[in-house]
């Protein structure tokens, strides 16, 4: 069964200060997904990025970037010179690859307070 | 673009009540799912659907009915609520690729007394 783990669940960081947030995964399959979720405090489910297994480049987006490593089943996600609207509830999650009945697993989330 | 639309976004139960919590999408996805959230517990799968006259348990079903009838339409149903169903919950829908990423609603607030 696939599982994901966030085991930070508050972080709180002075604006400017960079941040990562950690997500381990785990799944038997070969082909797979993976996808950061924000949840500000209005409560919406906002999707970030997705990576496929099978491609390992790192990805930046202005302030974020993320970090997959499959060798240690990671897939962090990094703040550069955060802001107060960066302060949200973050969310991993992993897909197998089952088509159509392919289901998402979300991490128990992180919450990033970003002091001003 | 209405995307994903629930209603209510806020309802107060009693227990033994029952209800049903509306999502529509106007996306023609194939794809659609209900998940609640809990604090500290992420977000759990209830019930999906890969498609109209299809559904499927997900990772916490019980107590908790659904069906699809249309593309559209995939309401969640309460047939006897409980307090241990006070939660938040969402529905979202994707085409049917695995790697496309869901389109959540904007939640339904649910508290049974």
């Given at each position: 069964?696939?599982?994901?783990?966030?085991a930070?669940?508050?972080i709180?960081?002075?604006?400017?200060?960079?941040?990562?947030?950690?997500?381990v995964?785990?799944?038997?399959?070969?082909?797979?997904?993976?996808?950061?979720?924000?949840?500000?405090?209005?409560?919406?489910?906002?999707?970030?990025?997705?990576?496929?297994?099978?491609?390992e480049?790192n990805?930046?987006?202005?302030r974020?970037?993320?970090?997959?490593?499959?060798?240690?089943s990671?897939f962090?996600?990094?703040?550069?010179?955060?802001?107060?609207?960066d302060?949200?509830v973050?969310?991993?999650?992993?897909?197998e690859?089952?088509?159509?009945n392919?289901?998402?697993?979300?991490?128990?989330?992180?919450t990033?307070?970003?002091?001003? | 673009?209405?995307g994903v639309?629930?209603?209510?976004k806020?309802?107060?139960?009693?227990?033994g009540?029952?209800m049903?919590?509306?999502c529509?999408?106007?996306?023609n996805?194939?794809?659609?799912?209900w998940?609640?959230?809990d604090?500290?517990?992420?977000?759990?799968?209830i019930?999906y659907?890969?498609?109209?006259g299809?559904t499927?348990?997900?990772?916490?079903?019980?107590?908790?009915?659904?069906?699809?009838?249309?593309?559209?339409?995939?309401?969640?149903?309460?047939l006897?609520?409980?307090?241990?169903?006070?939660?938040?919950?969402?529905?979202?829908?994707?085409?049917g690729?695995?790697?496309?990423?869901?389109?959540?609603?904007?939640?339904?607030?649910?508290?049974?007394t």
């Amino acid at each position: 069964a696939q599982k994901v783990t966030q085991a930070q669940t508050e972080i709180s960081v002075v604006e400017k200060e960079d941040v990562t947030l950690d997500c381990v995964y785990e799944t038997r399959d070969t082909t797979y997904y993976l996808f950061w979720y924000k949840q500000p405090p209005s409560g919406e489910l906002v999707f970030l990025i997705r990576r496929n297994s099978f491609d390992e480049q790192n990805e930046i987006s202005g302030r974020y970037s993320w970090n997959f490593q499959k060798s240690t089943s990671s897939f962090n996600f990094t703040i550069t010179a955060s802001q107060v609207v960066d302060s949200a509830v973050y969310f991993c999650a992993l897909s197998e690859s089952r088509g159509a009945n392919s289901k998402l697993t979300f991490g128990k989330g992180i919450t990033l307070s970003v002091r001003p | 673009n209405a995307g994903v639309t629930q209603t209510p976004k806020f309802q107060v139960l009693k227990t033994g009540q029952s209800m049903t919590l509306q999502c529509a999408q106007d996306m023609n996805h194939e794809y659609m799912s209900w998940y609640r959230q809990d604090p500290g517990m992420g977000l759990r799968l209830i019930h999906y659907s890969v498609g109209a006259g299809i559904t499927d348990q997900g990772e916490v079903p019980n107590g908790y009915n659904v069906s699809r009838s249309t593309t559209e339409d995939f309401p969640l149903r309460l047939l006897s609520a409980a307090p241990s169903q006070t939660s938040v919950y969402f529905c979202a829908s994707r085409p049917g690729q695995a790697n496309s990423p869901l389109h959540f609603g904007n939640g339904t607030r649910l508290t049974v007394t």
